[in-house]
């Protein structure tokens, strides 16, 4: 079957916003537990579990479900994405999300040959549509250096900012608290030997989740693309500046190198 087969490709799952995954994330970030979800929190959310066969080498679930199966090329990240948000998701709601697959784009650039698989969540509950995202997933080879050298960025203006170092536990939680089993998050020996990265990687996600904790209040739009992993036991420095009506954000490693950015509308 071609990639392509599995553009339109669509699922339904529904859930609860479980007071104990609301706990834990606050705890993991250091935060008082809030009775309505912060902006990103939904991504504790519809956790994909499957049983010890059907996992695969990195560790998610095996290839060949609902994405496509990108068998020949091992490295998979999730590599930014988009996401409006509308009604409030409050700790107790039910919710139901539909997934559709909205393009598969195949390229090739300075890391080989790289498939782009862009997936729409569609996010409901008791008040109606509360998240309407597009989720860019990126596969790549394996040859080839895991991490590429990059020069420090020019000074934000002024605007917030905190200093992070994530840690083996903050990542071991993150990752079970959204029930991410990719072994690059906790698995030291195949994070080295297998990917060839330095070090455990600090999740996407988690790295967007902490940019939209800096904001004032809560936006009605939020976009982030990951430039560079950042790596646990280094501090991540977070920063968040207003440029017109708008909020920019951005993740920076100790060389000052830019490794995840982003933008926001605020409400």
Sequence with gaps: MSLQDWVGRSQTHEDEVSPRLVQGL????????????????????FQDWVPPDRVGPDGHPARGGFLPPVHDLPRRMWAGGRVEFGAALHVGDRVRRTSTIEAVRETSGGAGRLVFVTVRHRV???????????????YRDASGAAVRAAEAAAPAPEGVARSV????????????????????????????????????VVHGPLQATLMAGLLPRSPTRFSFRGRRPAFHGA???????????????????????????AEATLA
Excluded: K
């Excluded at 912060?38 to 991504?43: I, K, N, V």
């Excluded at 008791?126 to 860019?136: I, S």
């Excluded at 536990?169 to 195949?190: E, Q």
């Excluded at 420095?237 to 100790?254: F, N, S, Y």
């Design 165 to 200: 170092v994530p840690d083996p536990v903050m990542l071991f939680r993150y990752s079970a608290l959204t029930g991410n089993g990719h072994r690059i998050h906790y698995d030291l020996d195949y994070v080295r030997g297998v990917e060839g990265y330095p070090g455990l």
């Design 26 to 45: 606050a705890a993991t970030l250091g935060v008082e537990a809030p009775p309505v979800l912060p902006p990103l929190w939904h991504w504790m959310l």
């Design 124 to 138: 409901e509950g008791p008040g109606g549509l509360a998240v309407d995202e597009a989720q860019d997933i990126v």
């Design 235 to 261: 501090a991540l420095r977070v920063e968040a500046w207003q440029e017109g009506e708008g909020w920019r954000m951005r993740t920076l490693d100790p060389s000052g190198a830019v490794c995840m950015d």
